[in-house]
């Protein structure tokens, strides 16, 4: 098996090969299944499609800088902006709408509401429309004398806010912050249009007009003039299409009457000359009635005619005595069948006892055949009258219908006479209808015209207000406080986004699958050894909690050989190698602390150690393990530094010599714990954690890329590492936004001192 690491590396002749073989046996178990996880794969889980205000409320913590400057921009540039910008004065009157006008005579077409008729809806939504067209504004301009007013000519002067920005403009738009001319209407109309807001009073009829405006005097004025000159000027529209209406009225009547006149006339003339005569009720009647009369007894003759041809042919189609029913009633046949039926039933009664040749039975014989012939005879009889029936009908019809084609001769040669007369005569008719309907309608409208209520009144007129109606300071306020936080906090998740460090437990167990064995604190005004020497500190706490956590890392406790690496330099590794040696020590374990860090190592320094022989030395054969290992003060813990640094450390990690020192190791030593290399970059790390029993992964809180993380546990995985966990370091609860469990430093002090401990 040590072919299979490295085929150029020759066995170690100082070790025994029992030694040897325990070593790849313990040091080379196949790593967890569980641990070869695809770390490319989608790092979401289901919940987080959803919208997790938990995960937001630590973001904004975390970065609440952010929220809290985003915040006091907004804040301030609104509250500057509201200070800055004129105050303006809304004035409002209620004015009333109906449906209709109240009338003394309903007329058509004089109800204001009968225009819009097919929809309220419609009907106010015009009214709206009415109260902001140019036409009323400039009407109420007109009537105010606003082109002179003292009020609006104060309102051309610019406000410190127009003159702030017609500064930064350099003048460029400063038209846009001046009134137009007095002379100009259409300014003035456009003046007063710009600043009006109609408001309808939901579920009413009440419309409330608003003005706005910088002078509250000027606002209450031009709202009440509007709605005096709306009112006005629907009471105008009304009576001037009454006069309008009587006086189109009368022109077309006069056209009428005279069109009526010529008409008649015409009708009377083309009467005599065709010589056409007209009934009571003005038209030509007689050959016209004898038409529908005759064609009226043609329809009866056919119904007649077909009932007998029907008859006719059941009769002739009948073959013996078969005819119906109806054609029997009221013939003798009926008697004639029944006499023969009860000679019949004699017959056969007294054919029991005589035979057919004996004299009653030939008298009885003879009787019946002589009813066969009057039945028969009888049956002729029928038919012959259902056919002579049918003849006679036919002739009938026949006759009619010769009769008929003369009238209709008539009635067409009189109709040609008369397509001239039916026209005039439609035409006196229309004629007539218009003038009766128009001089019923001037008659209406100049009874009606004069006694219409208007359907508008003002209900409340508008004051002078004393309050500004805005800027509202405290509702701007409210507003920059809500879009202030919302941006903050929106600003804080991109930023989060932008992120890809780890900061969390939870990050390292979502992004990188590997259970967190412990989290430990960042220090701030002291140094770990320091920090470690004091067992009732939080620092100490931690890593005696992953040391426990590593008893139950895997089913045999914790593994006799463990690497520390980490995916980037300066993670922490070195310290917490030398914390968990310690730690183990501390339980009465025999310890050797192994700086496996051949290219850049740091134990010697934190302990004060000679590093002129030690790793590299064993590795290259240059000395013997026992000669190069420190022993610590602290008893049960031995210290081999690196040595001298050499020019392949990979070749060397990789031969076989390291798993025999580890070997060695084992027999010696309770547990053997490597601080190594970092992972990503170099190849010392992957060959470590290839021929150890565990690997902790070394993971530093918001300084870690995710990146770069999971390509140091693919790399590790990909080597057969047997994964043990990750170790979070330099944890800032307040900085990663999470404030329970592994941030709260006070829960591990045991009733320390609380200020040197807050301190930290």
Do not use: C
């Amino acid at each position: 098996m040590q072919d299979e690491h490295n085929p150029s590396q020759s066995e170690d002749d100082h070790l025994p090969t029992g030694h040897q073989q325990h070593a790849i046996a313990v040091v080379t178990a196949p790593p967890d299944r569980a641990l070869a996880l695809d770390l490319e794969g989608d790092d979401r889980s289901p919940e987080e499609d959803a919208i997790d205000f938990r995960h937001l409320w630590r973001v904004s913590v975390r970065r609440k800088w952010t929220v809290l400057v985003s915040l006091g921009i907004v804040f301030f540039t609104v509250l500057i902006a509201t200070l800055l910008k004129t105050p303006i004065y809304r004035a409002s009157t209620i004015i009333q709408i109906d449906r209709d006008t109240v009338q003394v005579v309903q007329v058509q077409g004089m109800n204001t509401g009968d225009a819009y008729a097919y929809a309220d809806d419609t009907f106010y939504k015009t009214q709206y429309q009415l109260l902001q067209s140019m036409a009323l504004s400039q009407r109420v301009a007109s009537q105010l004398h606003l082109a002179n007013d003292p009020m609006y000519l104060h309102l051309k002067d610019p406000s410190l806010w127009s003159k702030l920005r017609s500064m930064l403009l350099h003048g460029k738009k400063k038209e846009k912050t001046t009134l137009a001319s007095d002379s100009d209407s259409a300014a003035l109309g456009d003046f007063v249009n710009s600043q009006l807001d109609i408001e309808p009073v939901r579920d009413t009829r009440l419309v409330q007009i608003n003005f706005d405006s910088t002078n509250p005097q000027l606002a209450a004025r031009i709202s009440n003039a509007i709605a005096d000159n709306f009112i006005a000027a629907n009471l105008e529209h009304t009576f001037n299409a009454s006069a309008y209406a009587r006086r189109y009225l009368e022109q077309h009547l006069a056209l009428l009457k005279q069109k009526l006149e010529e008409s008649e006339t015409q009708l009377v003339a083309v009467a005599a000359q065709e010589k056409i005569f007209l009934g009571a009720d003005g038209k030509s009647s007689l050959p016209a009635d004898n038409l529908a009369a005759l064609n009226v007894a043609l329809a009866a003759a056919e119904d007649v005619r077909i009932r007998a041809e029907s008859r006719s042919k059941l009769a002739a189609g009948a073959t013996g005595t078969a005819l119906p029913g109806d054609m029997i009633n009221g013939s003798i046949v009926a008697q004639l069948r029944q006499n023969r039926a009860d000679l019949m039933a004699q017959y056969q009664e007294r054919l029991s006892v005589y035979q057919p040749g004996y004299p009653l039975m030939k008298a009885l014989k003879s009787r019946i055949d002589e009813l066969d012939k009057e039945i028969g005879a009888e049956f002729g009889n029928i038919k012959s009258s259902a056919r002579s029936e049918y003849q006679a009908a036919h002739a009938h019809e026949e006759l009619l219908k010769q009769q008929m084609n003369e009238v209709k001769s008539q009635v067409l040669d009189q109709q040609n006479r008369s397509v001239r007369y039916g026209v005039l005569a439609r035409d006196v008719n229309t004629n007539q209808q218009l003038y009766d309907a128009l001089l019923q309608r001037y008659k209406e409208i100049g009874i009606a015209g004069g006694i219409t209520n208007n359907n508008m009144s003002i209900v409340d007129r508008a004051a002078i207000p004393d309050t500004p109606y805005k800027p509202n300071l405290r509702n701007n306020l409210i507003l920059a406080i809500f879009f202030g936080l919302a941006l903050g906090v929106a600003l804080a998740v991109l930023f989060e986004f932008i992120d890809d460090t780890l900061k969390t437990p939870e990050d390292v167990e979502k992004l990188l699958r590997l259970a967190v064995l412990g989290v430990i604190p960042r220090l701030k005004d002291t140094t770990p050894n320091e920090a470690i020497k004091d067992p009732r500190s939080a620092f100490a706490e931690a890593y005696r909690s992953v040391r426990t956590a590593l008893q139950f890392s895997t089913d045999a406790g914790v593994p006799r050989t463990l690497l520390i690496t980490s995916a980037t330099p300066a993670e922490g590794k070195s310290t917490s190698a030398l914390a968990l040696a310690r730690n183990f020590a501390q339980l009465g374990k025999r310890v050797l602390l192994i700086d496996a860090d051949l290219r850049n190592p740091s134990l010697h320094r934190t302990l004060d150690l000679e590093n002129t022989s030690g790793l590299s030395n064993v590795l290259s054969g240059a000395a013997n393990p026992q000669e190069v290992i420190h022993n610590l003060p602290e008893s049960n813990l031995n210290v081999m530094t690196t040595g001298p640094l050499p020019p392949n450390p990979a070749e060397l990690l990789a031969g076989g010599k390291m798993l025999s020192l580890l070997t060695v190791a084992m027999a010696k030593y309770d547990q053997v714990i490597i601080d190594g290399p970092p992972t990503m970059g170099i190849a010392d790390a992957v060959i470590l954690a290839h021929i150890v029993a565990g690997t902790l992964l070394i993971v530093d809180s918001a300084s870690t890329r995710r990146d770069v993380a999971r390509g140091a546990v693919k790399r590790l995985t990909a080597a057969r590492a047997r994964m043990v966990g990750a170790l979070l370091t330099k944890y800032d609860a307040r900085i990663s936004g999470y404030y329970y469990g592994y941030g709260d430093h006070d829960y591990h002090a045991y009733g320390g001192d609380q200020a040197k401990l807050q301190k930290q």
